[in-house]
């Protein structure tokens, strides 16, 4: 099964990279397989850290800034318990790992790992279609140079809708920034 949340790693100044990531994990949350690019950071600090943390969580506001480029100025973080790393003291849980493979045959390499070191911050929000919607929309924008235009213009009003009727006000500012950038995307393209 694939959980999107956030993967925290150390990057080779001793500062946080904040990164969203889809890995596939086992029903227990005992081993995560991670597939970030070669190119990307996250990989780098992997490759080199052998460490690092996942988190689940319900701020898609933070995941949808994060995979659209942006860097948060701030974001509040604790030490993790096993690992060199940081949690984030807003996920509703967290997992550390450490790096037990990496095949890196592919541009999109393919992370084993192992969970040795599991917390829970706060309780999840529970299942809502606008937080669902956000991240939908998000996954569309990082894929803006290879889907059809169409393809977008087609989902797009259904997930508007759902944020719309079932978000609140973090939820419709997520989906706000996802849209802009999605607009800006265009503007550049003409």
């Known amino acids: 099964m694939i959980i999107e949340g956030l993967c925290t790693t150390t990057n080779s100044d001793g500062s946080m990279n904040i990164a969203p990531m889809g890995p596939i994990v ?26 690092g ?12 800034r ?4 942006e860097k948060p ?5 604790f030490s993790a318990t096993k690992v060199s790393g940081k949690v984030l003291a807003n996920a509703c ?13 592919q541009p999109r390499s393919e992370i084993t790992t192992r969970v040795i070191h599991e917390g ?4 999840w929000s529970g299942f809502n279609r ?7 929309a998000t996954i569309l924008c990082t894929r803006l140079h290879i889907l059809p235009a ?31 950038y999605l607009n800006e995307y265009r503007r550049s393209q003409q």
């Open 26 to 51: 086992d029903a227990e949350f005992s081993s995560i397989l991670l597939r970030p690019f070669q190119s990307s950071t996250t990989f780098q600090n992997l490759a080199r850290e052998k460490c």
């Open 53 to 64: 943390v996942f988190h689940v969580v319900d701020d898609v506001l933070l995941l949808a």
């Open 66 to 69: 994060t995979a659209l480029g």
């Open 73 to 77: 100025e701030h974001v509040e973080t």
């Open 93 to 105: 849980r967290w997992f550390e790992f450490e790096v037990t493979s990496i095949n890196a045959d």
């Open 120 to 123: 829970t911050v706060r309780t």
């Open 130 to 136: 606008a937080k669902h919607a956000v991240i939908e």
């Open 150 to 180: 169409e393809e977008i213009d087609a989902v797009w009003p259904f997930l508007a809708s759902a944020v719309e009727k079932t978000g609140g006000p973090a939820e419709r500012e997520a989906f706000e920034f996802v849209s802009n």
